[in-house]
């Protein structure tokens, strides 16, 4: 008989809460509040974090911490890593949608022996990313591997 491992379950909780217009403010325990807003693409105001800014910026924080976790666990070591990621929106079936999130990590490993390694973690980050599994956008990663040049 298959003995099934028990998985725990996580609860993630937030608030919002309405100021003016178009703007609010993200509230959760112990953290910081951050201001919202609607895009000025929908009538909101330039220079506040929206919506559709902090979904794009998910994927890719998932993504490079999932990439972290795996690194770390692999015993890769890690010079540098940013990544670029940009957000498709489209209107489609009578309502707006992400349907595309493009992601570029720029990873310096510190020798020509890690780049294969990080190209696997990278691989195995996109395809086990939490954010990028729990959404209907298709997600592309389109990894800048280099070894990092002596100081």
Known sequence: MEVK??????RFESEVRWK??????ICSSGKPEVEV???PEFKGEAGIWTPEDMFVASVNVCTLMTFAAFA???GLAVAAYESD???VLEFQEGSYRFTEIILHPH???KSQDDVDKAREIIESAHRKCLITNSITAQ???FPDIRV???A
């Open 148 to 150: 990092a040049t002596a």
């Open 85 to 87: 990621a940009e957000g």
């Open 5 to 10: 491992k028990a998985y725990k379950v996580f």
């Open 37 to 39: 807003s609607s895009p």
């Open 107 to 109: 990873i310096v490993v």
């Open 139 to 141: 997600v592309k990663v």
């Open 20 to 25: 003016s217009g178009r703007r609010g403010l």
């Open 72 to 74: 770390e666990n692999k």
